[in-house]
């Protein structure tokens, strides 16, 4: 930014995922990507839709790529893409990964650089791919993307209980009430060291809970569909 107007700038092959497109006038797209040094942006993928086009095949979530683009403002244009691999994804992660890319969407500020998250994400879908427990590398993912936006969790002190109330952690000793989180499992939430089980059905409803807050309250679309296809 210089004397209030933002220069022309071009970035050539940062690593890259496809959050989600869509249609931009008659051939092209936009393409809302997470890169690794410059966060969520948009990009104009001009010609994307055409038979013949440089992108056809490669603009698909889940694929880590290597973008380059360039110009003015908020948009940017997509110039080059190269493919990087592909993470097979089992049916079964298919719908918590677009809950990821969902999460993304709705809580990353555009253009903030946030290269830890970028490689929560990637370790993720990695795992997600590799057979790890789907539910705790969501809840790690999930902590990670509160850390990184600045809700994250206290530091526990032992013996005590907390109670997450409109944005803040209360302290309320060591008497358990309704909804309170224990010690023990803030620590595990810290550490990332939740176990398979009751204890990670309840950090999921602690989790759920915060994120539902962070979106004032807005259902989270992907979450409500994998409801829906569960009832099948």
């Given at each position: ?25 008659e051939t092209s797209l936009i393409v809302e990507a997470f890169t690794r040094d ?195």
């Amino acid at each position: 930014m210089i004397n209030g107007k933002e220069t022309d700038y071009k970035v050539s092959l940062q690593p890259a995922f496809v959050l989600h497109t869509y249609p931009w006038k008659e051939t092209s797209l936009i393409v809302e990507a997470f890169t690794r040094d410059y966060g969520r942006l948009a990009l104009v993928a001009r010609g994307a839709k055409r038979p013949m086009s440089q992108y056809r095949g490669m603009l698909n979530p889940f694929c880590p790529l290597a973008v380059s683009f360039s110009g003015k403002g908020e948009t940017k244009n997509l110039t080059k893409c190269e493919w990087h691999g592909t993470i097979l994804l089992p049916d079964t992660a298919i719908m918590s990964a677009f809950y990821m890319n969902e999460l993304l969407v709705r809580l990353i500020t555009k253009r903030d650089p946030v290269p830890g998250l970028f490689s929560s994400y990637f370790s993720t879908l990695r795992k997600l791919s590799e057979g790890f427990e789907q539910h705790l590398a969501l809840r790690y993912f999930e902590l990670d993307l509160l850390d990184t936006i600045g809700y994250g969790l206290p530091d526990p002190r032992e013996g005590t209980n907390y109670l997450f109330k409109n944005g803040d952690w209360l302290d309320i000793g060591p008497n358990p009430v309704s909804q309170s989180v224990s010690f023990e499992t803030l620590k595990a939430m810290k550490q990332r060291c939740v176990q398979r089980g009751p204890q990670e059905k309840l950090v999921r409803g602690i989790i759920r809970d915060l994120i539902t807050y962070y979106l004032d309250d807005r259902p989270v679309n992907t979450r409500n569909i994998l409801s829906e296809l569960r009832k099948i």
